[in-house]
């Protein structure tokens, strides 16, 4: 990965300095209101296949046993949110197949924004290490797709 601080050098300062931290290689140095922050500026900038793109890249550096958890619990929101989500991939799916989880994760995201900022929020139902680890990855992949647009 690129160095995130040349790359968001022009979406926000801010970001730029709370993807610095986190590429450092300890996201837990990073406060979850800085992440929800950092996520809210760069994910509403991607179209839905840059979106998935990103989730995919992120997905893709979390444990088998991170990405089912991720799956059942995206499962569990979007049905008491009534979201429908046809391709939401089983937990043992999501273990093996990052893309099918960024799919699901990318038709939540077009579907209902604010589900997946409340659900990664500080304080949110699935505020965790994980949920910091995931909104992190998947904004540093999404800050690299805007840097291709610039």
């Known amino acids: 990965m690129q160095d995130i601080t040349q790359i968001l050098g022009s979406v926000s300062p801010h970001v730029s300095d709370v993807l ?3 590429q450092t290689g300890d996201p837990e140095a990073v406060t979850d209101a800085d992440v929800h922050q950092a996520y809210s ?4 900038q991607l179209t839905r296949e840059q979106f998935q793109q990103a989730a995919a890249a992120a997905f893709d550096q979390l444990t088998p046993d991170e990405r089912s958890q991720i799956a059942e619990h995206l499962r569990t929101q979007s049905q008491q949110q009534q979201v429908q989500v046809p391709n939401l991939p089983s937990a ?10 960024a799919k699901a994760t990318a038709e939540v995201n ?3 924004p604010n ?3 409340q ?3 500080p304080g949110g139902t699935f505020s965790s290490p994980l949920a910091k680890a995931a909104l992190l990855g998947i904004t540093a992949f999404a800050a690299q797709q805007i840097s291709k647009r610039s």
Request: charged share 10%.
């Open 110 to 112: 077009e579907q209902a």
């Open 20 to 22: 610095r931290q986190a």
């Open 92 to 101: 043992t799916t999501a273990a093996t197949d990052p893309g099918a989880l």
């Open 119 to 121: 659900l990664f929020a």
């Open 115 to 117: 589900m997946l900022q």
């Open 41 to 44: 500026q760069v994910a509403p």
